[in-house]
């Protein structure tokens, strides 16, 4: 009991490896403990050492790990790994996770089948997670008689606009008859998605020609500049959320760059930040631009590049082949994998990772450096 405690004082703290030591030691003592093994995975995968996580965690699941979290965090550790083969299999306990949201009508699940009929993909998570897996639309388009995509409010005509969608719903509205259903996170399952076969065509999200021209013309007066769009926090009731989202100071840092124009497509509760740092003159807020998904995207199309944390948004400058360069905190989330600079998901994407837990002025000393680099 007394390593698993400081086991999990130092997860608590941040120091995983540490703390994934001092689990080894109560495992040692109690091999048989469930919740011992899960601790110490999660520790190991928290530390981004999800190889040596899966063997704990499964253990965790043979052992029934009471806490019920063994089996999701297994998913999520193979995934990181590349282990996509058992990933995609395993992520299916998410349903049945005490966080997850119920799957939707689960006797009409898709097996991935053929169907003469309708096919309803629902998002199921974040709307990052929404860009990111209606790239599958156009493949399950090839295997039903019509698809219609379960959607986020505000990201109705921009998904209208993906390959293999014939009508878009917003989430909470009854859908009209279908023959299928399918949660979006679902489709590499199906799809027997590996690193070597992840569909990569890129852009599949694009904003009306009306909505790109209209912000070309806005964005005029700054052709001799690099427009740079910046993000700095996500989701606040994120479970990662202090971990990914970015002090806005560190931004200021990139006008230090000669020939740089800063625009924010920051929205929510965090985008005062800017305001309150007294150089709001010198910074973009596209914010009152950008009601609906399909304004940020046209935002976007104006831009020589994008600078986010780990959001919504650098989803949306990657699946519309936008360079992006998505800062990421050292557990970052399964998607980007380990150690990787770039993204089999978004070949636009440069990643720049802490190197050490809650490091972001690191980070940023590269990225600045990176920025200087351009032509």
Same mark, same amino acid.
């Given at each position: 009991?007394?390593? %698993? ?9 941040? +120091? ?110 974040? =709307?990052?997670?929404? @860009? ?13 008689? +019509? =698809? ?18 014939? *009508? ?36 599949? @999200? ?24 910046? #993000?700095? *926090? ?9 971990? +990914? ?7 200021? $840092? ?19 930040? *800017? ?24 935002? @976007? ?24 360069? @998505?800062?990421?905190?050292?557990? *970052? ?9 770039? %993204? ?17 002025? $690191?980070?940023?000393?590269?990225? #600045?450096?990176? =920025?200087?680099?351009?032509?």
């Amino acid at each position: 009991m007394q390593w %698993s405690n400081i086991g999990i004082t130092l997860r608590d703290l941040d +120091r995983f490896d540490e703390g994934a030591q001092a689990m080894a030691q109560a495992c040692a003592l109690a091999p048989e403990n469930a919740k011992y093994a899960f601790r110490q995975g999660h520790c190991l995968l928290k530390a981004m050492r999800p190889a040596e996580a899966v063997p704990c965690l499964d253990r965790a699941v043979t052992l029934q790990d009471p806490e019920g979290d063994a089996a999701l965090t297994l998913a999520l550790a193979l995934l990181t790994d590349g282990q996509f083969e058992r990933g995609w299999d395993a992520y299916e306990a998410r349903w049945k996770h005490k966080t997850s949201i119920a799957e939707p009508w689960p006797e009409k699940r898709w097996d991935g089948r053929p169907i003469e009929g309708t096919l309803l993909l629902s998002a199921e998570q974040g =709307l990052g997670d929404t @860009i990111h897996f209606v790239r599958y639309a156009a493949m399950a388009r090839k295997r039903c008689s +019509r =698809l219609v995509l379960r959607t986020h409010k505000g990201s109705e005509s921009l998904m209208r606009r993906v390959a293999g969608v014939d *009508a878009v719903i917003v989430r909470g509205e009854t859908p009209p008859p279908f023959d299928a259903v399918l949660g979006l996170l679902s489709l590499p399952r199906v799809f027997g998605t590996r690193l070597a076969t992840i569909p990569a065509d890129i852009p599949y @999200i694009a904003p009306g020609e009306e909505a790109r021209e209209q912000v070309q013309k806005l964005f005029a007066p700054l052709q001799s500049l690099k427009k740079v769009g910046i #993000v700095w *926090a996500g989701n606040p009731k994120h479970s990662e959320d202090r971990r +990914r989202s970015i002090p806005f100071a560190k931004f200021l $840092e990139l006008l230090a760059v000669p020939g740089t124009a800063l625009i924010s497509l920051q929205k929510g509760p965090r985008v005062t930040e *800017a305001a309150e740092s007294g150089v709001v003159g010198l910074i973009s807020d596209m914010q009152r631009r950008m009601e609906t998904l399909e304004d940020t995207a046209a935002q @976007i199309s104006g831009l020589d590049l994008v600078i986010a944390c780990d959001t919504a948004v650098a989803h949306l400058a990657g699946a519309m082949g936008k360079p992006v360069w @998505i800062l990421l905190s050292h557990t *970052a989330d399964w998607r980007w994998l380990t150690q990787r600079e770039d %993204s089999p998901w978004y070949p636009s994407a440069r990643l720049f990772r802490q190197s050490t837990p809650g490091d972001w002025d $690191e980070v940023f000393a590269r990225v #600045v450096a990176a =920025l200087k680099a351009l032509p």
